[in-house]
């Protein structure tokens, strides 16, 4: 498909930047795009390119490029800079550059004054007292019980367990963990009866309720747990916050030290991150067609362990392109549907029809 950026013009001082002139001043900076420019601009571009390209280009996960693609988040500049230079397209003309956080400080601004306007000046001197909650804070405050502060709710710690592993698989392939929460991101309708396997796997192992929050923009469904002690506990058992391709994580040792465990995360990672397509060839003026089975990932500890796991199970596994582990023959097909199998119904249909 051949996308129009004809509209997509560029002054000369955006040039300067775009050809280097001022690049490091700008790179830190967010891009700031007219209202609903944004998604247009990434819709054509995502056009052109995937969304998985545009993420390994910007070495960010695709969540957040498709974040900003419905413009929850504004894009920085050294992202938009490396996608424009990939399609060959000039950077956008109506934009403007802030700060990283511009928005706090203008929200604080706004809340002194309204503050002011109605009480005058409350509290006395502000720094100061700041800068002695601080001291108090680092000092004390953070190794006292505080209901509010310091006192997050507890989840069920589960013992190592084939559904615990799962989870990880689960998490390590479709998930993402932040500084408060766990999300499982699936699509929301080839996954939607395994996002009910997900929530069900989630609640059994760590007694939490699990928020459903379908995309107003793609087909996708966040599957978030809001529990720092959950953030914990997964840290504690091997996973890492923050973007999986950039850290290039593995599976954990625990798991892969334990064959059970070990087949489980893997069915817990194909099901989120593999697919079972059909593969159709001609001989002699005769069609024929088989299933076969990839996964898929940038992380390249994790993609060579699933390949050493599925050659130790006898699946004769192939890596195609450095970042997919390929089945390819009816026998591998049907061992790997014996032996590890699946949860999600829609690798089990592909396969079975």
Not at 137 to 147: A, N, T, V
Not at 327 to 343: A, C, R
């Amino acid at each position: 498909m051949k996308v129009d950026f004809s509209r997509i013009t560029i002054d000369k001082p955006t040039n300067a930047l775009y050809n280097g002139g001022m690049a490091e001043k700008y790179t830190s900076k967010r891009v700031l795009f007219p209202k609903g420019s944004q998604e247009t601009f990434l819709k054509q571009v995502l056009a052109t390119i995937s969304t998985q390209e545009a993420a390994k280009l910007c070495n960010l996960s695709e969540r957040t490029i498709r974040d900003w693609r419905r413009e929850k988040f504004s894009m920085d500049f050294a992202s938009l800079s490396k996608i424009c230079k990939r399609i060959g397209i000039p950077l956008p003309k109506e934009v403007t550059f802030e700060e990283r956080y511009w928005y706090a400080k203008k929200g604080a601004q706004a809340g002194g004054l309204a503050r002011y306007k109605k009480y005058g000046n409350v509290g006395g001197d502000e720094k100061y007292r700041k800068k002695k909650w601080f001291e108090w804070w680092e000092r004390k405050g953070k190794y006292s019980f505080h209901p509010i502060l310091n006192a997050p709710k507890k989840i069920r710690r589960p013992r190592p367990s084939e559904e615990l592993a799962e989870f990880v698989g689960i998490v390590l392939g479709d998930g993402g963990i932040s500084r408060y929460q766990v999300t499982v991101t699936l699509h929301s309708e080839d996954d939607k009866e395994y996002g009910k396997f997900v929530v069900s796997l989630i609640k059994k192992l760590f007694a939490v309720p699990v928020g459903v929050y379908p995309s107003k923009r793609d087909k996708a469904i966040d599957y978030v747990v809001s529990r720092i002690d959950l953030v914990r506990f997964l840290e504690k058992i091997g996973l890492q916050q923050g973007n999986k391709i950039k850290h290039q994580v593995d599976i954990p040792g625990w798991i892969k030290n334990n064959k059970r465990y070990f087949i489980a995360c893997a069915r817990g990672l194909v099901d989120t991150d593999g697919s079972v397509f059909t593969h159709r060839y001609k001989v002699n003026g005769k069609w024929y067609s088989y299933k076969k089975l990839g996964f898929t990932s940038l992380s390249r500890p994790m993609l060579y362990s699933i390949y050493k796991l599925f050659n130790e199970l006898g699946l004769h596994a192939r890596i195609a392109g450095n970042k997919d582990v390929r089945l390819d023959s009816i026998e591998s097909m049907k061992s790997y549907f014996t032996v590890i199998g699946s949860h999600n119904p829609k690798h089990l249909k592909r396969y079975q029809n």
